[in-house]
C-alpha cells in the first residue's frame, strides 16, 4: 500500500512541475499588443488598453476613415463580411503600428496574439505590436469564430 501511495505522490508532483512550466512559458511568451494612445504613441499594456476603442493619429483625435488607410497603408488588415483578411501574412517589426480595419456590417470581435479587441461594424482599431518573447515570433490574427484568419510575424 505505501508504494502505491508513494507512486501517486510522485506523478502528482510531476504533474504540477510540468503544469508550472508550462504556465510560466505561456506568461513569458504572451506578446503585449496596445491600442494607440491618445498621444499617438502605443504605451499601454494590452490589459490596460484592451478594447479602449481609442483610434487615434497622431493629433490625438480620431482619424477620419480615409486618412487612417492612408496613414496605415500597407500596414493594415482588412477584413470582410465573411472574416477573410487583406492580407493573410505580414512580416513587421517590434513596436510597429497597425490598423486593423472591420470592412464588415457588424461588429467583429478580432483577435490578435491573444488580446482581443471589439471592432465596432465598418470601423476600425489602431494597435501597436510588441512581446517580452524572444523574436521572431508568429501572432496569429483570428477574426470572429474563426482562428488563424491572418499570421503576423514579429521581428526585431
Known amino acids: 500500500m505505501d508504494k502505491k501511495v508513494t507512486t501517486i505522490a510522485v506523478?502528482?508532483?510531476?504533474?504540477?512541475?510540468?503544469?508550472?512550466?508550462?504556465?510560466?512559458?505561456?506568461?513569458?511568451?504572451?506578446p503585449v499588443i496596445s491600442p494607440m494612445g491618445q498621444n499617438g504613441e502605443g504605451g499601454e499594456t494590452a490589459e490596460e488598453g484592451l478594447n479602449s476603442g481609442v483610434n487615434s493619429g497622431p493629433s490625438g483625435a480620431k482619424l477620419a476613415y480615409t486618412a487612417a488607410v492612408e496613414l496605415y497603408g500597407d500596414r493594415r488588415i482588412q477584413f470582410d463580411e465573411t472574416c477573410v483578411a487583406l492580407p493573410n501574412y505580414m512580416a513587421l517589426k517590434k513596436g510597429t503600428a497597425i490598423m486593423l480595419d472591420n470592412r464588415a456590417s457588424v461588429a467583429r470581435k478580432i483577435s490578435v496574439g491573444g488580446v482581443a479587441y471589439n471592432i465596432a461594424a465598418y470601423d476600425y482599431q489602431v494597435i501597436t505590436l510588441s512581446t517580452s518573447a524572444p523574436l521572431p515570433?508568429?501572432?496569429?490574427v483570428d477574426c470572429g469564430t474563426g482562428q488563424q484568419n491572418a499570421r503576423i510575424l514579429l521581428q526585431q
Open 11 to 30: 506523478i502528482a508532483a510531476a504533474l504540477l512541475i510540468v503544469a508550472g512550466i508550462y504556465f510560466s512559458w505561456q506568461a513569458y511568451s504572451t
Open 137 to 140: 515570433i508568429t501572432l496569429n
